[in-house]
């Protein structure tokens, strides 16, 4: 294990998380708020710890291989947490330090789970520091440090780094350097992002809510900064967000191939093409089910519409209390929830992709059993898919039921509803934040006890990391020298 380029990146992480603290101090000044002194001093804090440890002394070997790429970005997220919610604990608006992890994780892994029962007595740099922690979150701040440390490219250093925290079963570059296809990530990321903002302060937004829904927009993660979430909104806005919730849940391959001109390559990626057909197949299926709830079709179809894309990209925002739609609705709900959005996107779940993949494996199986001879090749937009990716997919489904299973079963411990428990492990584990009964999208998780809470926080984790590398960081051998 090579602990001094582990030390040296997580210096990196603190001093990054530093300069991001300073946002909250500029909108404490915007509105006059004395909380901003406890973002400047948290600020302070982290920049100190991260240039002393970025600048003083740099490892001599600045390898890092695949079981110190997933312990570094682990403890990353880790750390990051950990100082993310002090200041949350010293205003005193979250006085638990457990909730203000709780809240700071959900914020980072952009899940959108609160502990808050009332958001709007929040002051506005808190505010703003949990919805920007989901922009922080959505691309992966591992992602942005690549573009500025010197790690060696060698040994696929830098791709051990990447493959570590970006979403999907298999990261590609988009340029032959890892720091330029961080650079393309980054760049693509926040030109969509801007957009949305611009857009949203055109349809008549206040400039504080148009930037918190942008970053939860971009980052799909789910924290409104109004009680009713995104419901107060007029019909033109909670539309523009849906389009926006989408846009973020497609693979930023499709916006690269865009932008290099070749659409009809882009056109053409079969897992954008399914994401789209769920969205419209879930979109009918609410519309029709709950049509007799409203006053219109149109305002039915809304609802779906704006849900559907919450729930699938895991955003996580509500226009409506889902939780009172018919049982078939809420199923379909439910459904997304674990699909998720597309591979190499902001968003969580367990991804189109590997539902496909799975499902073509299935396939080829079962063909297997009729004719035992046949070699059948898996493709994926005309590329065959390795064995070893296959493999892994099936592996990571299999940890993945053994979490969900066991987490269910631990938080049980709180007395709470089936529906409550397997609703709360489904929407931290896919990183989307509301559920159903008492986590609902009119309700939190402040009524868990503190043992639950942290269950819920490694899901929050393991989901948004995709389930390895917290797993390498809590497995004994991980740690043990070898002679």
């Known amino acids: 294990m090579n602990y001094p380029v582990i030390g040296y990146v997580l210096a990196w992480v603190i001093e990054i998380e530093g300069f991001l603290m300073l946002a909250p101090c500029l909108v404490a000044v915007v509105y006059g708020e004395k909380t901003g002194f406890v973002y400047l001093l948290g600020a302070a804090v982290c920049l100190a710890i991260g240039l002393c440890g970025t600048k003083l002394k740099k490892p001599k070997d600045m390898s890092i291989y695949r079981k110190e790429g997933m312990v570094t970005v682990a403890l990353a997220w880790v750390v990051m947490s950990l100082l993310g919610a002090v200041p949350f604990v010293i205003t005193g608006e979250i006085p638990s330090f457990i909730d203000a992890v709780f809240e700071i994780v959900s914020g980072f892994t952009t899940t959108g789970a609160s502990i808050l029962s009332d958001v709007e007595a929040v002051s506005h740099p808190s505010l703003l520091w949990r919805s920007f922690s989901h922009w922080i979150g959505g691309m992966g701040v591992l992602v942005f440090i690549l573009m500025l440390i010197p790690v060696r490219e060698g040994a696929g250093t830098q791709m051990n780094l990447m493959r570590a925290e970006s979403p999907g079963y298999d990261i590609s570059k988009l340029a032959p350097k890892v720091s330029n ?49 995104c419901g107060s909104y007029t019909a033109l806005q909670q539309v523009i967000i849906t389009v926006f919730m989408i846009a973020f849940g497609v693979n930023f391959s499709f916006y690269f ?23 419209a197949a879930a979109v009918l299926t609410i519309t029709i089910n709950t049509a007799h709830m409203y006053s219109s079709v149109s305002e039915s179809m809304r609802h779906a519409f704006f849900q559907v894309g919450s729930i699938i990209t895991t955003t996580g925002y509500s226009s409506v209390d889902f939780d009172q739609w018919p049982s078939l609705s809420k199923a379909v709900l439910i459904l997304l929830m674990c699909i998720g959005a597309c591979a190499g996107s902001t968003g969580g779940g367990i991804k189109v992709s590997r539902i496909m993949i799975y499902l073509k494996a299935q396939k080829r199986r079962v063909n297997r059993f009729i004719h035992p001879h046949t070699i059948e090749t898996i493709r994926m937009d005309g590329n065959s898919v390795p064995e070893h990716n296959i493999n892994t997919i099936m592996v990571f489904l299999a940890a993945y039921c053994a979490i969900f299973a066991l987490s269910v079963l631990l938080i049980s411990i709180d007395g709470f509803s089936f529906e409550t428990n397997f609703t709360a492990v489904a929407a931290t584990l896919n990183n989307i934040g509301p559920g159903l009964a ?12 503190i043992f639950s809470k942290i269950v819920l926080i490694f899901n929050m984790l393991a989901g948004r990391l995709e389930i390895f590398p917290m797993l390498v960081l809590v497995f004994p051998p991980t740690w043990r020298r070898r002679f």
């Not at 290099?260 to 093409?273: L, S």
Request: charged share 15%.
């Open 438 to 449: 008492k986590v609902g999208p009119t309700l939190n998780y402040g009524s868990y006890s």
């Open 257 to 279: 191939l865009i932008s290099v001109k070749r659409v009809k390559t882009a056109v053409m990626m079969e897992e954008v093409r399914v994401y789209l057909l769920i969205i």
């Open 181 to 229: 296809t961080a650079r393309i990530l980054y760049k693509l990321y926040l030109i969509i992002t801007i957009i949305e903002m611009i857009v949203l302060l055109l349809s008549g937004m206040n400039w504080f809510d148009a930037v918190c829904i942008t970053f939860g927009t971009a980052g799909t993660g789910g924290f409104g900064v109004l009680n009713t979430s």
